[in-house]
């Protein structure tokens, strides 16, 4: 039974996005989607009532196999990932009216997801590398979707940081193979530590090298460069998962590696661990700063996107229960809150065609409530309260305070907090020239045409979860520690 309920999650928008792609009628189609959207819902909320014993899918030699497994931390990224994939798919029926090939659109929407899941409840990191690949693979039609030279230069760029990441983290799976007890993901870590004390510098360089290469998917300096490029040219709806969601695979595959195969203990204090901090550091300045100068929406939210999920790596290489608590909190709020900003600058472009910041002048007087979520989504990047930002910022800060450190967390902070001053700086006054266009403004010249409740009610809802949850962020407190506390015992 636990076989088929971990399969299931995989199987069904897999099997479902292959039969999207030849519907043709929009109501049949709209239908389908959305009754598979909510089966897959009420299946990953069963799955995650508990944990399951491992289920080999498939032996493939005596030291490779595919295994299924749910956990806590696989539970806590498939719910989020389902819900929101729910909403923008939702806010998607009417956007992507003017896209065309909308069969095509929501079939690949679909396969993606069951890669996403597979991911999610990968026991090993063989099964994890395979479904990561094919996350990568049936993502690639999302991004080049408008099928201009301009979409397959993207796509190309994006299959090739993204191969090349997953690339430099299937080293791992040759080099540990002799050093580890077990090849299931194990809270604390499976390696030997008798052996492989013996090769430390040479296991801690896999590690750096394992982190860079699925920090690549999660936009981390030195392999973020396929963000900017690909989210521009993709539909806002795709912008939207791949920047909410299908970064966060990155962050999960590298908390596998780091919490459940090398273990924190192990890595703790290393130079490998400084690395890694050092980059992501690097990246969360570099991120904001090329962020603020960039005039194109969509590639300004991209470029604050390379800034924020780096905010995660920080956290969670900290090593520090408080400083992973705000690394979780943050891979949530930054989900909610980015798919919002995607999808409000995307019914912008669907009312009025802008697409670039320097014409966003009273944008807000013809798309009040579009631009309403845009702001509320602003201020939970820049970490201002209540929303749920500013809980997460506040955690990371005092993750790094107590993690012992304090030249470190000096750094850390100082960074994070120039950071949401670059935020404020970059966000901000879009909302500002959107709502004060100035008493000369002529507000017929901002071309509108009627947004639809479907797209409202999306917006609507996630802007609503970037309030509560951040108002009330005990909600989240029980999945939080299923996750937390199995790692720091």
Request: aromatic content about 12%; glycine content about 10%; hydrophobic content about 55%.
């Amino acid at each position: 039974m636990d076989g088929i309920l971990l399969l299931l999650p995989i199987l069904v928008p897999i099997l479902g996005g292959l039969a999207v792609l030849g519907i043709h009628n929009m109501k049949t189609r709209r239908l389908t989607v959305t009754l598979l959207l909510v089966f897959q819902i009420f299946v990953v909320l069963e799955v995650a009532r508990n944990d399951t014993e491992p289920f080999v899918l498939l032996q493939l030699t005596d030291g490779a196999r595919l295994v299924l497994q749910a956990d806590s931390l696989g539970r806590l990224f498939a719910n989020l990932i389902c819900l929101i994939w729910f909403a923008v798919a939702v806010f998607a029926f009417e956007y992507m009216n003017h896209e065309g090939h909308r069969e095509r659109f929501f079939g690949f929407y679909l396969m993606t997801l069951g890669a996403l899941m597979g991911i999610c409840f990968a026991g090993n990191l063989v099964t994890l590398y395979l479904f990561y690949e094919m996350m990568t693979l049936l993502s690639v039609p999302l991004v080049l979707h408008i099928g201009t030279r301009k979409a397959f230069e993207a796509a190309y760029c994006y299959l090739g940081f993204s191969v090349a990441g997953a690339g430099l983290g299937l080293l791992g799976l040759f080099v540990l193979q002799g050093y580890c007890t077990t090849d299931l993901f194990t809270p604390g870590g499976v390696l030997d530590l008798a052996r492989a004390g013996e090769d430390r510098t040479l296991l801690l360089g896999v590690f750096v090298v394992m982190a860079v290469g699925f920090g690549c998917k999660a936009g981390m300096f030195p392999l973020h460069a396929w963000l900017p490029i690909a989210h521009p040219v993709a539909p806002a709806p795709a912008s939207a998962v791949l920047s909410g969601l299908i970064t966060k695979m990155g962050v999960l595959a590298l908390l596998r590696v780091a919490y459940y195969l090398f273990g924190w203990e192990f890595l703790d204090g290393s130079w490998a661990q400084m690395v890694v901090l050092v980059l992501s550091l690097i990246t969360v300045f570099m991120g904001s700063t090329l962020a603020l100068r960039e005039d194109t929406l969509k590639k300004r939210l991209a470029y604050s996107t390379v800034s924020q999920v780096s905010y995660v790596i920080f956290g969670l290489m900290l090593f520090h229960p408080v400083a992973l608590a705000g690394a979780l909190l943050q891979v949530i709020f930054h989900a909610v809150a980015k798919n919002a900003l995607f999808l409000a600058t995307g019914s912008v472009i669907y009312q009025t065609h802008i697409t670039q910041v320097s014409q966003m002048r009273g944008v807000g007087v013809a798309c009040s409530f579009t631009m309403w979520s845009f702001a509320l989504s602003a201020l939970s990047l820049v970490g201002i309260p209540p929303t749920g930002g500013f809980v997460s910022k506040w955690l990371l800060a005092q993750g790094a305070l107590e993690a012992g450190d304090f030249t470190l967390a000096c750094w850390g902070i100082g960074v994070l907090m120039v950071s949401a001053l670059l935020t404020a700086g970059y966000l901000l006054p879009i909302v500002i020239r959107a709502f004060f266009p100035g008493k000369d403004f002529d507000h017929e010249s901002v071309i509108k045409q009627q947004d639809t409740w479907l797209m409202w009610t999306t917006l609507c809802l996630l802007t609503a979860a970037v309030v509560l949850l951040g108002m009330f962020p005990q909600l989240l407190n029980n999945g939080l520690a299923a996750v937390v506390e199995p790692l720091f015992g």
